[in-house]
């Protein structure tokens, strides 16, 4: 079976300090990989998708990036963080394919709960 | 663009009692629709989902039925628990390696 781990489940930065969250997904081969962002009382925002190592594509622009280096491996960074980029940032993966019968649900991690002070 | 709308939140009901969050959506074509449940402290978990118009999907006593007409997937039980209790998300998607449309989640808590 597919599993997913992201690291670390908490994190307290300072404003102005670099952010490296890392996303895992084992049991399966080429997924795509998503980040979402849910701040405190709103829904869930895409931050970034891919569907190939190297392949990086962004929803919203801001101050984070992501790189996927591995497969299976996604990971978000910042060189600067803002108190704004509080939140809580999960992780996703969906079985990638083409044409019918490729199911478009995604599988979410656990999650990072960041608060930057 | 698409989106989803959910009823605010919270919700509040005893143990035993009927369950309906709404959900509407607004998108071309015909999506495929689904139900996340999110405990507290914890990620995003599928409850359950349908793939085209008048699909019925159902998991742990949870249902929601895809109605084209009205553009609705609300979901339901009929008798809750206290184990229910967590935030009810609602959302779409166009195709598979897209973004999943999300509503804004609806906080159910059930007491004993």
């Known amino acids: 079976s597919q599993t997913i781990h992201q690291w670390p489940a908490t994190l307290v930065q300072p404003v102005g300090s670099p952010l490296s969250l890392e996303c895992t997904v084992e049991g399966t081969s080429n997924p795509n990989l998503y980040w979402y962002r849910q701040a405190a009382g709103r829904g869930l925002q895409l931050l970034f998708y891919s569907v190939g190592i190297g392949q990086i594509s962004s929803e919203v622009p801001q101050n984070l990036s992501a790189s996927r280096p591995q497969d299976r491996q996604f990971i978000l960074s910042s060189k600067k963080l803002l108190l704004s980029d509080s939140g809580f940032y999960l992780c996703?993966?969906?079985?990638?394919?083409?044409?019918?019968?490729?199911?478009?649900?995604?599988?979410f991690g656990p999650g990072t709960r960041l608060t930057v002070t | 663009g698409d989106s989803v709308t959910q009823m605010e939140g919270p919700v509040t009901l005893s143990e035993e009692a009927c369950l309906t969050i709404?959900?509407?959506?607004?998108?071309?074509?015909?999506?495929?629709l689904f139900w996340y449940v999110q405990y507290p402290g914890e990620g995003l978990q599928l409850l359950l989902k349908?793939?085209?118009?008048?699909d019925k999907g159902s998991n742990k006593g949870f249902e929601a039925t895809y109605r084209k007409e009205t553009t609705s997937f609300h979901l339901e039980k009929g008798s809750v628990q206290v184990s229910d209790s967590a935030v009810y998300f609602c959302a779409l998607s166009h195709q598979a390696g897209t973004a999943l449309i999300f509503g804004k989640g609806t906080t159910l808590s059930v007491s004993s």
């Open positions: 709404n959900c509407t959506y607004t998108a071309t074509g015909y999506p495929s």
């Open positions: 996703a993966w969906s079985p990638r394919g083409a044409g019918t019968g490729v199911p478009y649900e995604q599988y």
């Open positions: 349908a793939t085209k118009a008048d």
